[in-house]
């Protein structure tokens, strides 16, 4: 692995500016600005859904508009206005897609940038990641459906199980991240529009990454995607999702809500690389990421999330596990970059209910520029919650003279059997180490490029391969000439 | 291959060399020796490149060039290497990653390819055994957990990796039992040739019983005072310095 990126970094390097700033000129097919009733009807109506669907959107619309912003977080920023908001944009399409080859070539186009080549997974059997697309407000192709199909499998937008598996959709959407749950998860169940679903059966070890890509393409709109991803008892998979979003001036929302669930024996492991845009060196523009993840772990079960969040203007983000099985494991392994004007406030929940259940949390935070990071986790242990174990690692590591890093750690725990670990360090990047490998001839941009992987390194060695290779070089560009 | 000409270097406010000469040919061995303060390390730092310190005066040709002119990491790919006193922890990053992105660095430099993966096993091979490196330490992280002889036998490792014109070893006896000693002087010995040179800093005498220098320079007050032979070192040794210092007031 290590070969193929110092290989490739040098490439990489020159193209230091956010590279997926670009927009795709594709009709779209809107709904007017601004939030009321008749906006969720016509949302609803849109993805032809069952009556009860808008029943749930209707009902979160009602609890939303009495619930208020969360802003206890440690970030700053000027509230979104949600009537100035498109809640529905979709790509123009005359028919549905049939197959892959009636998609736009506009879209091709976009995907081929992105660096998501369907045509060549096609045409590869052997690659092992199916994609799903999900491009402003829907699903535009996901690939690979039939061949995970014989596996009974399902993998597909989430407007689509909506109508192909309502009853597996009604049953555990909603379950794991209530709709009351927060100001952003109601505003999501009230307006989501798309996003990924994903279904193993019993026993089946999913044998490809599933992958989900989100873009944002349209100016003025919101995301607003949804995934639920559910293992049947004794199933594995690793799902993966990326981000991106095109450079404007104005903060563009996204909201999204993720639901795991992890039956008994199951595993999930879910790994995130978010560079959505971050805004320019000023602090303008940028995506407001405020999104809601969460896990429930049956008996003997796991759920593990790694994330490398990069992008977005300001990020507030605690994807967590729910350890209600006995003997369950989470795990959070995360990294988050803040750069220029950024903010992050991001961290993790380990709630455990049941006996002998486990959790990890690695979190590594890099600040540069004059932007501000926190880490800002829970872990509770509850009073059934017998033998249980913690252990929490919060590393923060700062560029820069004028950049923040901060650590909310908080414990609860009620019950006197359980242990818990914590231990926390923050740094400044040695120019110690700086110095070092220049006098081995190393340039300053590969010397910040090995410090901050190595120091990543337990994170991203969670990823799976092809990602890791992806994260190593974009944690890379994002810091690129940040040393202060 | 090095003619330093009154070289005059500070930090801060605090003028450290003062008009320093120094010439040092290919094939030899000079000990620069001199009590606490006397500016040393300064000079391996300054020839190094390092950025706290400025030089106000002077010139320093290295095989023709302009050494001041360069960055630290040109002067290194001009084939300068700095043996540190204190070499630093890179958590994370392996020594074989280290080491092959440096070798890489400097061959693009050059205009070359980059070395094939085969070709550094094998000279990682060769290398580290010249210093009794355990394999094992050139997989692990750069410097982390290594103890006080790793380290320095790493530096040596590094070096003989690297292959330079001109490696400055800066006190790389300090801290080192009578045995790594014995190591890490073989590994220099061995590396030299008649294209090369090495310049060592050192406290002690004891060092130079292991890497047989050409000529001693005592460094005195941001100056080169006095130089001689390899007797030198030894009346150094058994005197100390103040005969020195008397010898400059008269």
Same mark, same amino acid.
């Given at each position: 692995m290590a070969n193929y990126t110092e290989d490739e970094l040098a490439q990489d390097l020159e193209?230091?500016?956010?590279?997926?700033?670009f927009t795709t000129d594709i009709d779209a097919d809107q709904a007017p600005k601004g939030l009321n009733e008749d906006i969720i009807r016509f949302i609803s109506a849109k993805k032809e859904e069952p009556n009860w669907m808008l029943e749930n959107r209707l009902e979160a619309f009602e609890m939303w508009k009495k619930m208020t912003e969360p802003d206890w977080a440690h970030v700053k920023y000027k509230k979104?206005?949600?009537?100035?908001?498109?809640y529905y944009s979709a790509p123009k399409?005359?028919?549905?897609?049939?197959?892959?080859?009636?998609?736009d070539p506009e879209m091709k186009e976009t995907m081929k940038k992105l660096g998501i080549s369907m045509e060549e997974q096609k045409r590869l059997t052997g690659t092992n990641v199916a994609v799903d697309f999900v491009m402003d407000s829907v699903s535009v192709a996901t690939s690979f459906k039939a061949k995970l199909k014989e596996l009974g499998i399902i993998f597909c937008s989430f407007s689509e199980a909506v109508q192909e598996y309502p009853e597996l959709v009604r049953e555990h959407?909603?379950?794991?991240?209530?709709?009351?749950?927060?100001f952003y998860a109601a505003l999501n169940s009230a307006v989501f529009t798309d996003g990924s679903f994903c279904y193993i059966p019993k026993?089946?070890?999913?044998?490809m990454e599933l992958s989900t890509y989100f873009r944002i393409n349209e100016g003025g709109t919101g995301q607003f995607e949804r995934t639920l991803v559910i293992a049947d008892e004794g199933s594995y998979v690793s799902y993966l999702e990326g981000c991106t979003a095109p450079q404007r001036d104005e903060n563009q929302l996204h909201a999204a809500v993720v639901e795991l669930i992890a039956k008994d024996n199951a595993e999930i492991k879910y790994s995130t690389v978010q560079n959505w845009?971050?805004?320019?060196?000023?602090?303008l523009g940028g995506i407001f990421n405020f999104v809601t993840k969460r896990g429930i772990c049956g008996l003997n079960s796991k759920i593990s999330w790694t994330q490398v969040e990069t992008g977005s203007a300001v990020t507030w983000k605690y994807p967590s596990c729910?350890?209600?099985?006995?003997n369950s494991i989470g795990e959070f392994y995360s990294v988050a970059v803040t750069n220029n004007y950024q903010q992050a406030d991001t961290g993790t929940k380990m709630i455990h209910l049941g006996k002998n259940t486990k959790s990890t949390i690695i979190s590594k935070g890099i600040s540069a520029g004059k932007s501000h990071n926190s880490y800002r986790g829970l872990v509770q242990i509850h009073?059934?919650?017998?033998?249980s174990r913690n252990f929490s690692q919060c590393d923060s590591l700062l560029m820069t003279d004028e950049c923040g890093a901060h650590t909310f750690p908080y414990i609860e725990c009620k019950n006197s059997s359980s242990k818990i670990e914590h231990e926390a360090t923050t740094s400044k990047i040695g120019e110690d180490q700086i110095f070092y490998c220049l006098q081995r001839g190393i340039s300053e941009e590969k010397a910040i490029g090995l410090i901050v992987n190595g120091y990543c390194k337990e994170v991203l060695n969670q990823l799976p391969m092809e990602f890791a290779v992806e994260a190593q070089k974009l944690l890379t560009i994002s810091l690129e000439g940040s040393v202060g | 291959m090095i003619e330093i000409k009154n070289l005059h270097a500070k930090i801060g406010d605090k003028?450290?060399?003062?008009g320093l000469n120094l010439t040092v040919k290919a094939g030899e061995i000079h000990a620069i020796m001199g009590p606490n303060g006397a500016g040393k390390s300064t000079l391996a730092s300054v020839l190094a490149g390092r950025?706290?310190? $400025?030089?106000t005066e002077g010139t320093v040709d290295f095989e023709g060039t302009d050494?001041?002119?360069?960055a630290t990491e040109e002067r290194a790919r001009e084939g300068l290497f700095l043996a540190f006193q204190y070499p630093i922890e890179i958590p994370g990053v392996s020594n074989i990653n280290f080491l092959r992105t440096a070798i890489n660095e400097i061959r693009e430099s050059k205009r070359e390819n980059p070395i094939s993966a085969k070709d550094f096993m094998a000279l990682v091979r060769e290398k580290s055994k010249l210093v009794e490196l355990d394999p094992k330490l050139a997989s692990?992280?750069?410097? $982390?957990?290594?103890s006080g002889g790793e380290k320095k036998r790493n530096e040596i490792f590094q070096m003989a990796m690297l292959n330079p014109k001109l490696a400055i070893l800066d006190e790389?006896?300090?801290?080192?039992d009578i045995d790594a000693l014995r190591v890490v002087a073989n590994g220099v010995n061995t590396l030299k040739s008649d294209k090369n040179a090495t310049i060592v800093i050192t406290h002690y005498q004891r060092l130079l019983d292991y890497i047989v220098p050409d000529f001693v320079h005592v460094l005195y007050d941001g100056k080169i005072v006095k130089t001689g032979g390899k007797e030198l070192a030894l009346k150094l040794e058994e005197k100390g310095y103040d005969w020195i210092k008397e010898e400059l007031a008269n």
């Open positions: 193209n230091q500016e956010y590279k997926f700033g979104p206005d949600f009537q100035d908001i498109i399409q005359t028919k549905k897609y049939e197959s892959w080859d009636d998609v959407m909603g379950t794991v991240v209530p709709t009351s749950d927060n026993g089946v070890r999913c044998p845009y971050p805004g320019d060196k000023n602090g729910i350890l209600k099985g006995d009073k059934n919650a017998t033998n | 003028e450290i060399l003062k950025e706290d310190y $400025e030089v050494l001041l002119n360069l692990r992280s750069v410097n $982390e957990g290594f790389t006896d300090s801290g080192l």
